[in-house]
């Protein structure tokens, strides 16, 4: 069972490739903002340019998707 799909707001993570936000938007199963899973979904605070959480069991970061013709506005 994987509970409730939710969504946290996220200060910690890497910034945003796109625009330097350091906000996020975490949606994943059973998260909370200091404990986040392996393939959950990120989205900018600023301008939406997403990503996917990786982690190894110790550490958690973005895999942010590639800028698409430089910065975005």
Not at 32 to 60: F, R, Y
Request: hydrophobic fraction near 40%; glycine fraction near 12%; include cysteine.
């Amino acid at each position: 069972m994987k509970g409730v799909k939710i969504t946290v707001a996220v200060e910690w993570l890497d910034n945003c490739p796109a625009c330097g936000h350091e906000k996020a938007a975490v949606t994943g199963y059973n998260i909370t903002p200091d404990n986040l899973w392996s393939g959950d979904q990120v989205a900018c605070m600023k301008c939406g340019h997403v990503g996917e959480i990786d982690a190894d069991g110790e550490n958690v970061w973005v895999e942010w998707d590639e800028v698409q013709g430089g910065v975005v506005s």
